[in-house]
């Protein structure tokens, strides 16, 4: 039996290969070739880069501008050497007064009649009967008197006042002794007293006065001077 050319027969002239492994491997290949490609495109796009690109070069940082300063140093200086004795006061108030918030003007108005109010710090005690830290600072029936707008605040206005030489503390005033327990009875004096008393050991009471300083006082008449017609 004679037989004829079968359409399975491996491509003439490929005898090495009668069965066509080599095609199949080679169409494999390039199947998992075309397969990572597109895979890699995808996870490259998902993070967001793109193929064939370098990271952008970073940006030196910017060094702190030293010539500014100077400068400003110098315009400082020069202008010290023009302004007069007035002028300068009058730059040292504006630069005050643009520290101030509107409770601590009215704190400054409450004193610019000379008058003083009572002030008490609350401090507790070590073991060794040293005074320890301080528990509340500055408390003040200046808030009353002044009418400020947050009481809450007022150590921290008078703190404030303190660091900027416009008010200044003095002794206990004995004429004040109703004043002082109106004081000892607000909540938050109380309150800082149970905290810093240690059983046996009571909180340290410091009863001052608070006024109006030099600079408070001057400032107030600089502000309150009227202009000439």
């Known amino acids: 039996m004679r037989w004829g050319h079968s359409r399975y027969r491996s491509p003439v ?20 070739l075309r397969t990572s490609i ?5 996870l490259i796009g998902l993070l967001g880069e ?47 007064l643009d520290q101030l918030v509107a409770d601590e003007a009215r704190i400054i108005s409450a004193l610019s009649d000379g008058s003083s109010s009572p002030l008490v710090s609350i401090h507790d005690w070590t073991r060794r009967r ?19 707008a947050l009481p809450d605040m007022v150590p921290s206005y008078v703190s404030h006042l303190l660091s900027l030489g416009l008010v200044e503390l003095g002794p206990e005033d004995p004429d004040l002794k ?6 000892m009875a607000e909540s938050s004096v109380l309150a800082a007293i149970k905290i810093a008393s240690r059983g046996p050991l009571a ?18 008449a600089a502000t309150m001077q009227q202009d000439g017609p």
């Not at 199949?24 to 199947?31: D, E, N």
């Open 130 to 148: 040293v005074q320890g830290r301080a528990v509340l600072e500055n408390a003040s029936l200046i808030g009353r008197t002044a009418n400020v």
């Open 178 to 183: 109703d004043d002082y327990e109106v004081l």
């Open 50 to 96: 793109k193929p064939d690109e370098s990271e952008p070069p970073q940006q030196p940082t910017p060094e702190p501008d030293t010539d500014a300063l100077g400068s400003k140093m110098r315009g400082l200086l020069d202008r010290a050497l023009d302004n007069s004795t007035s002028s300068s006061q009058m730059e040292l108030y504006h630069h005050i």
């Open 13 to 32: 002239g490929n005898s090495q290969d009668p069965f066509g492994l080599v095609g199949m491997a080679s169409g494999v290949a390039r199947f998992w």
């Open 203 to 220: 909180a340290k009471v410091d009863k001052l006065t608070l006024t109006l300083s030099g600079l408070g006082q001057a400032l107030w």
């Open 38 to 42: 597109r895979t890699q495109e995808q």
